[in-house]
């Protein structure tokens, strides 16, 4: 094998090991955080069923043009009403991605019970018939919450994180619905539906706030998902309250910890991918010299 083929081997091996992590960093937007269907089954329905699949496709197209969009599908006999957003720290690709999954996951999850809504990391859906028994969302309903099981009890954390999030409240109505940063030592984001006034926002991430401090505490990550809203933060560590201080303890796992985990590791095996390859390149290149 000459010095051309081995090199052509180790491009073709780090291309192969990139986009595999590349694909485990794009499931990550893919992770079903909950889902809330209708407990009323109901008999399958052609025209639902159709227009189902019609408001999924019509939220593929406009996935690529909008993180929020919604919209009414309707013939003779039923109309039904959706929506969709994805975080806005997402690409048109990656938004079209998330939004890509919700027609199966509606068949697996819901079937056709209606009103649904389903929460990936990176998108949500929710859909409703128009004459159902939802009528407007209400911003400080809770949906879901979930706070780490690893936590960090010293003096100052959870004076710390308040402040954190307090900040993020301000923060989210300056950046008109979004806000991703850093606080000290506490990575936060939260992100507004798109149908939310800046008052209104600014209201229901406070109200998020409220919860994850109550049924958080000590927590070193938690999120919160209101139908109006939704928080996460995440401590890095340092300011003086260690790392590794943790007490096992909590009601849930946020998933902050694992995409860091997915990433870290996906660098490793590109590293060790890499080395493996040269070093199998440099062994045949040995082999060719005797």
Known sequence: MDSSTNSCTLILCFVLILQSVNTLIIDSHHKLIYNLCSN??????????????????????????????????????????????????????????CVSNFQALSGDLCGENLPARIQLSGCYAHYQEEDG??????????LHQACSKRKVKKNG?????????????????????????????????????????????????????????????????????LDGCFISYDYNGGHGFGSYEFEENGNGESSSGKLVAIVVGGLA??????????????YHKKSDDW
């Open 40 to 97: 009323q089954s109901t008999s399958f329905n052609p025209s639902r069923s159709s227009l189902l699949s019609a408001l999924f496709q019509e939220f593929i197209v406009q996935s690529s043009q909008s993180r929020f969009f919604e919209t009414i599908v309707a013939d003779d006999e039923t109309a039904i009403s959706g929506r969709f957003q994805c975080r806005n720290d997402l690409s048109p690709d990656e938004c079209r991605s």
């Open 133 to 142: 028994a939802e009528t407007d969302p209400w911003p400080d309903r809770v």
């Open 157 to 225: 954390f959870e004076e710390m994180k308040y402040a954190a999030l307090a900040a993020l409240e301000s923060c989210v109505v300056i950046g008109n619905g979004f806000c991703e940063t850093i606080y000290e030592s506490i990575h936060v984001v939260g992100q507004c539906a798109g149908s939310l006034r800046a008052c209104d926002c600014g209201e229901c991430v406070d109200s998020a706030a409220r919860i994850a401090e109550d049924e958080c505490r000590y927590s070193v990550s938690g999120e919160i998902y």
């Open 269 to 282: 095996a590109i590293l060790l991918g890499v080395a493996l390859c040269y070093f199998l390149g440099s």
